[in-house]
Nanobody
Framework: VQLQAYGGGSVQTGGILRLSCAAS????????MGWYRQAPGKQREFVAS???????YYKHSVEGRFTISRDNAKNTAYLQMNSLKLEDTAVYYC?????????WGQGTLVTVSS
């Protein structure tokens, strides 16, 4: 299973970015898809996830600003990030669960500046 991450970049506070994460390979059924992030000097933390039936879960501080969605036909998840804040600066890692096994994509840097 391979995960290819797209998106990220640098924006000013209040800006918008969109991350994508496409899974390929011997996939089977993907249950959950989502993102964690890791800011400099901090531990990796959960950001958002979405189940196969599109139930969503969010870190409290991103609720209302971030929206996660997925296209099951394309095995791709999307993270729309609006109203970005300085504290959203981090490397974002997408993940998927296939059965009980978790797979990770490469990190994507998101930098928010004032």
């Amino acid at each position: 299973v391979q995960l290819q991450a797209y998106g990220g970049g640098s924006v000013q506070t209040g800006g918008i970015l969109r991350l994508s994460c496409a899974a390929s390979g011997n996939i089977g059924e993907i249950t959950f898809m989502g993102w964690y992030r890791q800011a400099p000097g901090k531990q990796r933390e959960f950001v958002a996830s979405i189940s196969s039936n599109h139930t969503t879960y969010y870190k409290h501080s991103v609720e209302g600003r971030f929206t996660i969605s997925r296209d099951n036909a394309k095995n791709t998840a999307y993270l729309q990030m609006n109203s970005l804040k300085l504290e959203d600066t981090a490397v974002y890692y997408c993940f998927v669960y296939i059965g009980l096994k978790q797979y990770w994509g490469q990190g994507t840097l998101v930098t928010v500046s004032s």
